[in-house]
């Protein structure tokens, strides 16, 4: 990792006396976005292996902390109206003194706050990808990749859910919003595809809580009566440990997408409206695919199954079944 010569983080007296060092980190409250934001969580915590971290974020993303190795508190932001969850979180914090507060809200709170050092985004969207503009934060360059934490216990549920038996591929049918999501019609003629070419393959289809996302993955379950039923009811540590333990992740953008690539699994997006310049997976072997068209405007259903499976054999091919 490259680092510019002047972060703002650079070591000052009060970091090496004796007092416990606190960090807040206030990041997303979509998964995908907290996904991005790891990288810097992870970049913080190998610059103070010591220092505490409280973690602000919404209620889908809260789970994606719980192993984090130095956690002092995550603060659950339920949306309010008129705001009132922004009152909420500073009065959860105003009691402590804090060396280091990193806002990638872009709100105020932190100005009202005892720190330190402040870092905040500005929030708002813009063009560019999200994670780089997450690494302009703290002035990094590249951007930290993102990154999981899961404990034994979420390793030893992923090998009962996911087996050595054979090369595992996950398919991730679901998004949070219609225009996101591939016909799952598909999946039925590219996993013949791939199976043409890797006999040996099982699937595992992945799909969040709730009765919307079963719905949407259901139909995939159907046409692959043999694949895991790997969605619904587990914690995302648990999910990402499972998705560590799989060959390749194919998948809509979405949060899963993003916790996939940044589990180290290899990866790929299925992009249509959804623009990959600013959300495409990151991570070591992350890769994407779009709908012909122009970004922010194809219809996903445009992209069809030859392409996808091309792309999807030359992953495999590059890293190894």
């Not at 905040?120 to 590249?142: D, E, F, K, W, Y």
């Not at 009566?225 to 969605?231: R, T, W």
């Not at 299925?270 to 122009?294: C, H, M, Q, V």
Request: contains cysteine; proline residues 9%; glycine residues 8%.
């Amino acid at each position: 990792m490259s680092t510019p010569a002047r972060t703002g983080l650079e070591k000052k007296p009060e970091d090496s006396i004796g007092a416990i060092m606190r960090i807040l980190f206030i990041t997303a409250t979509r998964l995908g976005d907290a996904v991005l934001s790891t990288g810097l969580l992870a970049y913080l915590h190998q610059r103070w292996p010591d220092a505490r971290f409280t973690i602000a974020c919404g209620p889908v993303a809260a789970g994606l902390f719980s192993a984090f190795p130095r956690l002092e508190r995550t603060i659950v932001m339920e949306k309010r109206p008129y705001d009132l969850h922004w009152l909420d979180l500073w009065k959860a914090c105003v009691p402590f003194k804090w060396d280091i507060t990193v806002d990638l809200r872009g709100s105020a709170v932190t100005f009202l706050l005892r720190s330190g050092r402040r870092f905040i985004m500005r929030g708002g969207r813009r063009a560019g990808a999200r994670i780089t503009h997450l690494g302009n934060v703290l002035n990094l360059s590249p951007p930290p990749l993102p990154t999981v934490w899961v404990s034994p216990a979420d390793r030893a549920k992923a090998q009962q859910i996911i087996p050595d038996t054979a090369p595992i591929i996950a398919l991730g049918p679901t998004a949070n919003w219609t225009g996101k999501i591939w016909p799952t019609e598909r999946y039925l003629p590219l996993w013949q595809r791939l199976c043409a070419a890797y006999p040996q393959i099982r699937p595992a289809i992945f799909y969040g809580p709730g009765e919307q996302e079963a719905a949407l993955a259901r139909p995939v379950l159907q046409a692959l009566p043999h694949a895991i039923d790997a969605g619904g009811h587990f914690s995302l540590t648990e999910v990402a440990a499972m998705l560590a333990r799989c060959r390749l992740y194919i998948g809509n953008d979405s949060g899963l997408m993003h916790l996939a690539a940044a589990a180290g699994t290899p990866t790929l997006g299925l992009f249509g409206p959804s623009r990959a310049s600013e959300y495409a997976p990151s991570g070591k072997n992350a890769r994407w695919i779009a709908a012909p068209g122009p970004e922010g405007e194809a219809p996903i259903a445009g992209l069809d199954v030859a392409n996808v499976a091309t792309a999807a054999l030359s992953l495999l091919k590059e890293t190894g079944i």
